[in-house]
């Protein structure tokens, strides 16, 4: 769906298996991060990913920490910095999650987070996130 609505997916991460994050007894998440080429805007993008969320069954409701069917978040939007009601690109918290951080240092441990300066790689080393991560499905 998001290589119809959204764009070319080129790079794929593996999957991984990750504990819920600040929410008590919950199932197990799974984890992927992917790179997409679009040619939509940021505003377009954000919009349409809503949109296949929805597609897929998401019912987006007030609380912040809760399971979902599915969840797409935007780590990055080239190297633009965005802070808008719909979207802040870089993920504000990225930094923080280990179960983003490892994946996304799978597909791309080089790129440079704008705001920090710091590789992913670098970033996921000083991560204080110390979270169970299994990876499952190697790319």
Not at 72 to 89: A, M, P, Y
Not at 96 to 120: G, N, W
Request: charged residues 25%; hydrophobic residues 40%.
């Amino acid at each position: 769906m998001l290589e119809e609505w959204v764009g070319s997916i080129t790079i794929t991460s593996s999957l991984y298996e990750t504990p819920p994050w600040k929410m008590l007894d919950e199932t197990d998440f799974l984890n992927q991060a992917l790179l997409v080429e679009t040619t939509l805007s940021a505003a377009e993008l954000i919009d349409s990913v809503i949109l296949v969320e929805a597609m897929m069954g998401r019912v987006r409701t007030q609380k912040k920490y809760e399971p979902r069917i599915i969840d797409i978040d935007i780590l990055f939007f080239n190297n633009e910095i965005i802070n808008t009601k719909e979207l802040n690109v870089p993920h504000p918290l990225m930094q923080d999650r280990r179960f983003v951080l490892e994946p996304m240092a799978e597909i791309a441990p080089t790129y440079i987070h704008p705001v920090f300066q710091k590789s992913i790689q670098q970033l996921l080393s000083e991560c204080s996130d110390k979270s169970g991560i299994k990876k499952l499905v190697s790319k």
